[in-house]
């Protein structure tokens, strides 16, 4: 069974920084490509970012792009989101989730296992 474990998230005031952690086990990290996404109250779950296997492609959705890195560190089966510029209608729980495939995704349904979620808010 993967398990995935969020952390980092926050209360932080706009145009400040967070940086998000997810740990995963149970499976081998270097074979599951990864993704963060995140869900406003009230809201759709969204993508916001998503990386392969050995870390050197990456997407992001436009609203994110310029201002959140996603990184990986095979090493201590974790990946990364680096959240600077942040802006209140960043607001939301942040999921990280992992496919058992070489490459990301930006689509919820096409990931395999799931963290519990970390809150992020961000006050202006």
């Known amino acids: 069974q993967v398990q995935l474990v969020e952390s980092g998230g926050g209360l932080v005031q706009a145009g400040g920084s967070l940086r998000l952690s997810c740990a995963v086990s149970?499976?081998?990290?270097?074979?599951?490509?990864m993704g963060w996404f995140r869900q406003p109250s009230g809201k759709e779950r969204e993508f916001v970012a998503s990386i392969n296997w050995s870390g050197d492609t990456t997407y992001y959705a436009d609203s994110v792009k310029g201002r959140f890195t996603i990184s990986r560190d095979n090493a201590k089966n974790t990946v990364y989101l680096q959240m600077n510029g942040l802006r209140p209608e960043d607001t939301a729980v942040y999921y990280c989730a992992a496919r058992r495939v070489y490459s990301g995704s930006s689509y919820p349904h096409e990931y395999d296992y799931w963290g519990q979620g970390t809150q992020v808010t961000v006050f202006s």
């Open positions: 149970g499976r081998t990290f270097s074979t599951v490509a």
